[in-house]
């Protein structure tokens, strides 16, 4: 059984930072993408960063100001987010995309609420 835990979420304010990290709780196989989505109540979900062997791909909005890293020695994936502002408030899942059409492995989610 694979786990992704997430932690990092909490309150900010506008301007404010926060750190997102996932950790896996053992190495997978075939992975094609290490990931960040977000979504809001009664919004679908969106892609927020995203590294594959492609490159890397931010959502237009948080380009400059989310900064997404991994760590494959220590099973991880972090989200650096500078300039938070109050759109960035969501529930924010941890993402690990698997190749060959294999199931993807979903993080429980973690809060981010950017408020004054």
């Known amino acids: 059984q694979v786990q992704l835990e997430e932690s990092g979420g909490g309150l900010v304010q506008p301007g404010g930072s926060l750190r997102l990290s996932c950790v896996f709780s053992?190495?997978?196989?075939?992975?094609?993408?290490w990931g960040w989505y977000r979504q809001v109540p009664g919004k679908q979900r969106e892609l927020v960063a995203r590294i594959t062997f492609s490159g890397t791909e931010y959502l237009e909005s948080v380009k400059g100001r989310f900064t997404i890293s991994r760590n494959t020695a220590k099973n991880t994936i972090s989200l650096q987010m500078n300039s938070l502002t109050p759109e960035d408030t969501a529930i924010y899942y941890c993402?690990?995309?698997?190749?060959?059409?294999?199931?993807?492995?979903w993080g429980q989610g973690t809060q981010v609420t950017v408020s004054s």
């Open positions: 993402n690990v995309g698997r190749s060959a059409g294999l199931g993807d492995y």
């Open positions: 053992t190495r997978i196989s075939n992975i094609a993408a």
